[in-house]
Every structure is written in structure tokens, then in C-alpha cells.
């Protein structure tokens, strides 16, 4: 079946460096979301990606979409304690036509030490 | 988000009992979603429904239901039959069947067995 792998599951950081998460699909996508959820909160729409080879970004943080749309990545520049929750990619099941439904990767949990 | 309601916030559960929880949004979105988290883990899909008076199992939907009697409302019960039901329930919704719409949540339900 259709698998969705988020890498690292955990990730601890110095505040003022960098980190990225990556989310790696065993089959073509149409489109990849992303998602944050704060240490208690619920998971937060940040962005969506379509179009092969796409960039964007939203101040500290850069989403891209693989080439081949199998893989994507959330960069996030000198890393601030306000980043710290679990991100999470979700990408559409492959099969389910117009649904809505959205398979959620594991997230990588980013912990920031101040 | 301010337009999903879910209570209550914290709910326990005895044996055998059966327990509702309620989500109810007023973003005029036609699909909802129920979600269950387990600590450290992602969100795997419950219920879903596109469209009132009709709904579709999700991944684990063992031991619940659902019901969508109105477009704001969609209800999930716990029932007796899920033997492990402590985790965190998240509701929500999105705007209708497309591939391309993100999913807005509420700020969830934390379930725990007396």
C-alpha cells in the first residue's frame, strides 16, 4: 500500500541553527501539504505544493517538492524557539479520487535549545 | 482554529461505556474528518464525510461511529467495542471534494479511560 516516510522523527537543536525534515512517498504525487502542531496544539496548515520542482517560502521556512514528486522538504533557517512542535507532511491517498481524505506522515518532532 | 468546535476539551471513560464527542464548525465546509493521535505518532483518518447524511470509514473505524445529520455537525462516539481508546481526537474539515483543499482542525479531545 501506499506508504509516506517522515525523517528524523525527532530532531534537537541549538536555537540559531538549522533544520530540515524530509517526506519521501513510494508513489507520484499530485500535491504534498504541511503541517505544524505545537507541543499541545492541533496540526496547523502551512503550505501546499503542486507543480514538480517547486520552491516557496515563508520567511525562515523553504518547502520543496521533489523532480519526480515522490519527495519533499521543510528547511527552516537559524531555527527559534517558537519553532519548536512536529511537523508534519500529508499527501492525498493515491487512488481516492476527489476526497479530501489526506494520508499524514509520522512528523519529526523539533525540540530548540534556547 | 476558531471555526471547528470540539468538546468537550477532556473526557473520561468508564468500562463498558459508550461516550460522544462533538465537533461542529461553522466555516460552511462541506467535508469533515475525524482523526485519532497516539502519543507520538501521527494522525490516522477514523471517519470521514463529504457530504451531509452520507459518511466512509477511514483507516481504523473499528469501535466508532459517526453520524452527519447536519452540515455543521459531525459527532463521533466511542463506543464499548474499542478496547483501547485513550488517545487524542482531532476534528476536521475542509472545503469540499477536491485534491487541493487543506484541512482545518480543532483544538481536539483528550479521551482517557476511568
Known amino acids: 500500500g501506499q506508504q509516506v516516510m517522515q525523517i528524523p522523527q525527532y530532531q534537537h537543536v541549538q536555537e540559531g541553527e538549522d533544520f530540515t525534515t524530509y517526506c519521501n512517498s513510494s508513489?507520484?504525487?499530485?500535491?504534498i501539504q504541511w503541517y505544524k502542531q505545537r507541543p499541545g496544539g492541533h496540526p496547523v496548515f502551512l503550505i501546499q505544493l503542486v507543480k514538480s520542482g517547486e520552491v516557496k517560502k515563508q520567511k525562515r521556512l523553504t518547502f520543496q517538492f521533489g523532480e519526480a514528486k515522490k519527495n519533499s522538504s521543510l528547511h527552516i533557517t537559524a531555527t527559534q524557539t517558537t519553532d519548536v512542535g512536529t511537523y508534519f507532511c500529508a499527501v492525498p491517498p493515491q487512488g481516492s479520487g476527489n476526497t479530501g481524505k489526506l494520508i499524514f506522515g509520522q512528523g519529526t518532532t523539533l525540540q530548540v535549545k534556547p | 482554529d476558531g471555526g471547528i468546535t470540539q468538546s468537550p476539551k477532556y473526557l473520561f471513560r468508564k468500562e463498558g461505556q459508550n461516550v460522544t464527542l462533538s465537533c461542529e464548525q461553522n466555516?460552511?465546509?462541506?467535508?469533515m474528518y475525524w482523526y485519532r493521535q497516539d502519543p507520538g505518532q501521527g494522525l490516522r483518518l477514523i471517519y470521514y464525510?463529504?457530504?451531509?447524511?452520507?459518511?466512509q470509514k477511514g483507516d481504523i473505524a473499528e469501535g466508532y461511529s459517526v453520524s452527519r445529520e447536519k452540515k455543521e455537525s459531525f459527532p463521533l462516539t466511542v463506543t464499548s467495542a474499542q478496547k483501547n481508546p485513550t488517545a487524542f481526537y482531532l476534528c476536521?474539515?475542509?472545503?469540499?471534494?477536491?485534491?487541493?483543499?487543506?484541512?482545518?482542525f480543532g483544538d481536539g479531545t483528550r479521551l482517557s479511560i476511568l
Open positions: 464525510s463529504q457530504i451531509v447524511n452520507d459518511f
Open positions: 508513489t507520484t504525487l499530485s500535491n
Open positions: 476536521a474539515s475542509s472545503v469540499g471534494r477536491s485534491r487541493n483543499q487543506p484541512q482545518h
Open positions: 466555516l460552511n465546509h462541506d467535508a
